[in-house]
């Protein structure tokens, strides 16, 4: 599987839907599903479930796993283990990649709560490894630039484990400048 992909405005606007970031997450999580399976744990009909893997499947992001299922129970996997903005290229965040990043965040949100929410109920190992932790720099744009990229590869060059205690573990790394900043103030 590529590692990631970087779509085009059309494709960010199919992202935009919340159903269907949810079930590009599922995919890329949990692995293939059919439109029944992924109806089920979004309390979704089918019909809507289709309708929303076939908008993702046009813009590249879940492919049809042909491995699995007949030609009665078609199974979707995912096509790329993460999604990318391009809009620091361009200059320009417009209302297409805002609506995108809004959606991101809301989904971001709401996987954060789930896991404060769980983590009374974890093992003690894995209650002491998470952080949600913040900090607050002073930067210049090439510093923050820098900084980013950093941290990106670090998270990059981390390596999945086989080992029989290794889970899942989610990192999101948001950064951005404070919001409320007057930018016309020295």
Same mark, same amino acid.
């Given at each position: 599987? @590529?590692?990631?992909?970087? @779509?085009?405005?059309?494709?960010?606007?199919?992202?935009?839907? @919340?159903? %269907?970031?949810?079930?590009?997450?599922?995919?890329?999580?949990?692995? @293939?599903?059919?439109?029944?399976?992924?109806?089920?744990?979004?309390?979704?009909?089918?019909?809507?479930?289709?309708?929303?893997?076939?908008?993702?499947?046009?813009?590249?992001?879940?492919?049809?796993?042909?491995? %699995?299922?007949?030609?009665?129970? %078609?199974?979707? %996997?995912? !096509?790329?283990? #993460?999604?990318?903005?391009?809009?620091?290229?361009?200059?320009?965040?417009?209302? =297409? *990649?805002?609506?995108?990043? #809004?959606? *991101?965040?809301?989904?971001?949100? =709401?996987?954060?709560?789930?896991?404060?929410?769980?983590?009374?109920?974890?093992?003690?190992?894995?209650?002491?490894?998470?952080?949600?932790?913040?900090?607050?720099?002073?930067?210049?744009?090439?510093?923050?630039?820098?900084? *980013?990229?950093?941290?990106?590869?670090?998270?990059? =060059?981390?390596?999945?484990?086989?080992?029989?205690?290794? !889970?899942?573990?989610?990192?999101?790394?948001?950064?951005?400048?404070?919001?409320?900043?007057?930018? =016309?103030? #020295?």
């Amino acid at each position: 599987m @590529p590692s990631s992909i970087t @779509p085009d405005i059309a494709g960010l606007r199919a992202l935009s839907h @919340p159903v %269907r970031l949810k079930m590009l997450a599922l995919l890329r999580a949990e692995g @293939p599903a059919t439109a029944t399976t992924l109806a089920q744990r979004l309390d979704l009909n089918t019909g809507a479930t289709s309708y929303h893997l076939r908008q993702l499947a046009q813009h590249g992001f879940i492919v049809e796993d042909t491995d %699995r299922g007949n030609a009665r129970d %078609r199974w979707w %996997r995912a !096509a790329h283990q #993460s999604t990318r903005t391009a809009f620091r290229e361009e200059g320009v965040v417009d209302t =297409d *990649v805002e609506a995108y990043l #809004s959606t *991101v965040a809301m989904l971001y949100a =709401d996987r954060t709560r789930a896991a404060v929410a769980e983590m009374a109920f974890l093992p003690e190992e894995w209650r002491r490894v998470g952080t949600l932790s913040d900090w607050e720099v002073r930067l210049t744009p090439a510093q923050a630039e820098a900084l *980013v990229q950093k941290l990106a590869e670090v998270i990059g =060059d981390a390596e999945d484990s086989e080992a029989g205690e290794a !889970a899942p573990f989610t990192i999101n790394l948001n950064a951005y400048p404070r919001p409320g900043q007057r930018w =016309d103030e #020295s």
